[in-house]
């Protein structure tokens, strides 16, 4: 479901909307950009997250291009209400999204918020995953001052794990058939990420891009 390649740019570029709820900002990295969703996104977000090896361990994506175009309305509600972002994954030299990151606010806001993130499979092992990562960890504790970033991801989702851990997240709990997935329940892993650990690794990887290999 997810990208573990290795080739991190930590050269981050962001155009800052006046409000996120309003729009939000373009976040632009080494081959990748981040955005918000279009409606034009829905053809292509359809075929790249609903095949089987990429929405194995996902909540089940709409199962059309009308399903993901009311998605994507339902996404631009929740920013606007200030509850939820998700930005599109945009790689250079193309036009739509191959892919997704979410960031849903908790009960208290966005101190503690969890993300969740899907790309498409021609994408995996191409760095891209990495890269887009950094940048909506950079939004999620710039902009909206998340304290503590949560993910979880199912045991058996070797990928999204390793993906996890080497964006340095804490493996803390183990949730055991805490989710519902084809039928079955699953164990999954919770990690976190606190905003000082991001703001410290963020700092050592700008002076030493080299420890990420």
């Given amino acids: ?9 930590v050269s981050t570029r962001l155009v ?29 977000l359809f075929e790249l997250l609903t095949t089987e090896e990429v929405s194995r361990f996902i909540s089940p994506p709409p199962t059309s291009v009308e399903g993901f175009e009311r998605f994507i309305d339902w ?13 599109a994954v945009v790689p250079a030299g193309h036009d739509v999204a191959v892919g997704l990151f979410q960031i849903r606010a908790s009960h208290d806001g966005f101190s503690t918020a969890e993300w969740g993130f899907a790309l ?12 887009g990562a950094e940048l909506a960890l950079e939004f999620a504790f710039t902009t909206l001052r998340v304290h503590r970033l949560e ?41 976190t990420i606190l905003a000082d650990e991001w703001r410290t690794q963020h700092r050592c990887l700008r002076l030493h891009p080299s420890l990420i290999h």
């Avoid at 976040?27 to 829905?42: E, F, N, P």
């Fill in 151 to 191: 993910a979880r991801a199912a045991l058996l989702n070797g990928r999204g794990n390793s993906a996890l851990q080497k964006l340095g997240a804490i493996k803390e709990a183990f949730l055991r058939r805490s989710v519902r997935c084809r039928g079955q329940r699953l164990d999954q892993a919770l990690w």
């Fill in 75 to 87: 996404t631009d509600r929740q920013r606007a209400a200030g509850l939820y972002v998700c930005f």
């Fill in 120 to 131: 498409g499979s021609p994408y995996w092992g191409t760095g891209l995953f990495v890269r």
């Fill in 1 to 9: 479901m997810v990208d573990s390649g290795r080739d991190v740019s």
């Fill in 16 to 44: 800052v909307a006046p409000d996120w709820r309003d729009g939000l900002p373009a976040l632009y990295g080494s081959g990748v950009t981040l955005r918000g969703l279009r409606r034009s996104d829905a053809s292509s």
